[in-house]
């Protein structure tokens, strides 16, 4: 009984630790969640934000959002560039996982210095491709000048057909450094003596690649290829800064057309609804990321 009494008056004392956490969510992610569902319902523009009525009008926000091309392009931009970050960041920082993991005098070294782009803030990041790929004074463009590769200089940030190349030039960038250590730290985890296990068998390096690596990295691969989604298709800063979605929104974006909507065209229940929407897609696939480490956890024991 003793031992009970003791055990609940540990327990409430850890709930007073966790106390400022809760009381912290609640106020700064709990009730701005719950304020921005009901603002979407609602009709509230510069008008009648502080005074007058706020009239609720069902789903005809979420319905004029499906029927507006530029929201509907902005859901195909945002894919086509969360898609093609994965996939490039993913390739690339396995690439260079499986380099660093051999022994060489520069391996460490040069390791430290690859992450810098991803301890470097966004915005900064940003600000120094939107310099690099600036049309009259970038370096990208003097660079390709020099060499004789152009003869004019090529508008990457203010074309259509180039501006959403360099956004996701930059933020594969800014990504190699995370899928290179996450899949670094999965490789430390295969025991070697199943490759010189393999390699006595006769089993060449890609059969041991694509046998023994890819199917211990998996639930490594899973959990980054989730958190990726999550962390890139909310992208806001870097596409802000280099092209504010434009031109002609060929880079706007779900987070920067809500942006758009509430704080430039003053439409704050529009804003909110596809904010939700953004909601809704990331939690799906917070999710799926949840249910996968319940399986890996369920599995190891």
């Not at 926000?61 to 029927?67: A, E, Q, R």
């Not at 430290?112 to 790929?133: D, E, H, N, R, Y």
């Not at 393999?198 to 694509?210: L, N």
Request: glycine share 6%; net charge positive.
């Amino acid at each position: 009984m003793k031992s009970l009494k003791k055990a609940f008056r540990h327990e409430k004392i850890g709930l007073l630790f966790v106390l400022p956490a809760l009381i912290y969510m609640l106020i700064f992610i709990g009730y701005p969640i719950i304020y921005n569902i009901i603002l979407s319902f609602q009709d509230v523009t510069v008008k009648n934000l502080v005074r007058g009525d706020k009239y609720f009008i069902g789903l005809n926000n979420y319905i004029d959002l499906f029927k507006d091309d530029v929201f509907t392009q902005s859901i195909i931009n945002t894919l086509i560039y969360t898609v093609s970050c994965l996939i490039l960041q993913f390739i690339i920082g396995f690439a260079l996982a499986l380099l660093f993991k051999n022994k060489f005098t520069t391996a460490k070294p040069i390791r430290g210095f690859s992450m810098i782009p991803w301890m470097v803030p966004i915005t900064i990041t940003a600000l120094i491709f939107k310099f690099m790929f600036s049309t009259d004074v970038g370096l990208i463009n003097n660079a390709l000048r020099a060499l004789g590769l152009i003869q004019q200089n090529i508008d990457w940030l203010t074309s259509t057909s180039t501006a959403m190349i360099v956004i996701i030039f930059a933020n594969v960038w800014i990504g190699i450094p995370f899928n290179m250590i996450l899949i670094s730290a999965g490789l430390t985890t295969i025991p070697g003596e199943l490759f010189e296990s393999a390699a006595i068998d006769g089993a060449s390096r890609s059969q041991q690649f694509f046998k023994i690596t890819l199917p211990m990295l998996k639930p490594t691969i899973q959990s980054l290829l989730i958190l990726g989604f999550i962390y890139t298709f909310k992208v806001f800063d870097l596409v802000y800064v280099m092209t504010g979605g434009g031109p002609v929104n060929s880079t706007q974006m779900m987070s920067t057309y809500s942006y758009k909507q509430s704080f430039e065209l003053f439409k704050y229940s529009k804003g909110a609804a596809a904010a939700n929407v953004l909601l809704v897609i990331l939690m799906i696939f917070s999710l799926i990321y949840v249910k996968f480490a319940y399986r890996d956890e369920k599995e190891e024991k």
